[in-house]
Every structure is written in C-alpha cells, then in structure tokens.
C-alpha cells in the first residue's frame, strides 16, 4: 500500500510543477524561456542557421512535450504498480495525460496574457503517447528478459 502511494505522489508532484508554471503570467513565463534560449542561441548561432524567434518556439514547445512524456511515464508506472495489466494502464495513462493537458490551457485562459491552444494539447498528448510508446518497449524488453532468464537455466 506504501508504495502505490508513494508511486502516485511523483505524477501528482509533476502536475503541481506543470500548474505552477502555467500558472505564471505571459510576461514571466516568456522572460524566462527568452533568457534560456539567449544563452543557447549565443553558443550556437555561429554554426546554426537559426532565427531567435524560430530556436525560442522550438524550445517551448519542446517543453510542452517533454513535460507530458514525463507525466505518461509517471502515470503508467503508479498504474502499473497499482496493479494494473500494462495495456490498460498505457491506455489510462494516455487518458490522464490528454485530459491534465487540456484542463491545463483551459487552465491559462484565465491567466494574463496566457492563452489556451488545442495545438499545445496536441503537442502535450504526442509527449504523452511517445513516453508511453517507450514505456512499452521497456515493458516488452523486460519481458523477453525475464522469459530468457527462466528458460536457460
């Protein structure tokens, strides 16, 4: 029972930390993702054709996307150590993710500045399903594993 619990305490921890930055007005949130792209675009814009602004939608959007494969990895594995059999908790796993993500830009339409974009729950779902989509490979290499190591005794 400790464990299940303290397996849903990390997805609920990732959640708070997506809110909370979310949760932050446009101005702060685009200081501070400008001021991390400037320090990349310095070091790389001598050997890298890039546009600050083009390097500065990458970045966030890529953020979007990891934030969400963490969220689907953290979601299975509290469902998987739930009991759940795999299949339905990649399933469930996926639900969760798509649903925090949509409640998140619902979320920031009443933040200033912010809006809500069903492109970014796209983006949000894609991080979630590829997480997943790892997930399940491990799952499967894990099983082969344990399958050969039963067998070749």
Do not use: C, N
């Amino acid at each position: 029972m400790k464990k299940q619990l303290l397996a849903w305490l990390w997805p609920v921890l990732w959640m708070v930390l997506i809110f909370t930055l979310s949760h932050q007005p446009a101005g702060v949130s685009g200081g501070i993702s400008s001021e991390i792209v400037r320090q990349v675009f310095s070091a790389i814009a001598s050997f890298v054709p890039i546009e600050f602004d083009t390097l500065h939608t990458l970045f966030r959007k890529s953020a979007h996307f990891f934030a969400y494969l963490v969220l689907g990895l953290l979601f299975a594995g509290a469902l998987g150590k739930s009991g759940m059999g795999l299949q339905r908790a990649l399933f469930v796993a996926f639900a969760l993710s798509a649903l925090y993500a949509a409640s998140d830009e619902f979320h920031q339409l009443f933040i200033p500045g912010r809006s809500g974009e069903f492109r970014d729950v796209l983006i949000d779902s894609a991080g979630a399903a590829t997480g997943l989509f790892f997930y399940r490979l491990i799952a499967a290499f894990k099983w082969q594993h344990d399958k050969k190591a039963e067998t070749s005794w």
